[in-house]
């Protein structure tokens, strides 16, 4: 079946403005996880959406950073007001069930001028 | 202390060797643990997942679990050039928390 697809690949963005990220992931699975990666870095967790429950934001770095998802499956990250730091690959990530096994999305490079 | 550590490496292995990657944990009362590879430029692929102690073998890959030392380790048999990456190790932990390794880069010499 399909797997975690994510839009779009790259997006070039001026400081300041608004962005938005998309991820759909695999048909059927329950917990969605958004993380970001810098050049050269770890992964950093954002957040954490699992079936129905109210969302773990513990990871957001700032106010400026928002998620939803909808319906259970497809989720939108949005950076408000972007800043040259935000520049990194974000990536998403769905399992079945909570605590299962990640596939990862191919991710969106975010560069922020 | 961080909740996974890994050797970050460099780690190189000839081919055809046995590469040995590691991983610690802080919360015993962790259950799942799996071990990702991440090519330059890409994103993590799933290699195994592990949930019992003991080892638990996939091919080439081979993963240990020993939970009375929060151990967790990956062996790569005959290794080839194409392993080369870097690994990420990551557990699920009792606080419904997912952590990942910072990772242990992996280059196989032909």
Known sequence: GAGVSQSPSNKVTEKGKDVELRCDPISGHTALYWYRQSLGQGLEFLIYFQGNSAPDKSGLPSDRFSAERTGGSVSTLTIQRTQQEDSAVYLCASSRLAGGEQFFGPGTRLTVL | ?110
Do not use: H
């Not at chain 2, 890409?42 to 993963?63: C, V």
């Not at chain 2, 290794?79 to 280059?107: E, I, K, M, R």
């Open chain 2, 1 to 110: 202390q961080k909740e996974v550590e890994q050797n970050s490496g460099p780690l190189s292995v000839p081919e055809g060797a046995i590469a040995s990657l590691n991983c610690t944990y802080s919360d015993r009362g962790s259950q799942s643990f799996f071990w990702y590879r991440q090519y330059s430029g890409k994103s993590p692929e799933l290699i195994m997942s592990i949930y019992s102690n003991g080892d638990k073998e996939d091919g080439r890959f081979t993963a240990q679990l020993n939970k009375a030392s929060q151990y967790v380790s990956l062996l790569i048999r005959d290794s080839q050039p194409s392993d080369s990456a870097t690994y990420l190790c990551a557990v699920f932990d009792t606080g419904n928390q997912f952590y990942f390794g910072t990772g242990t880069s992996l280059t196989v010499i032909p």
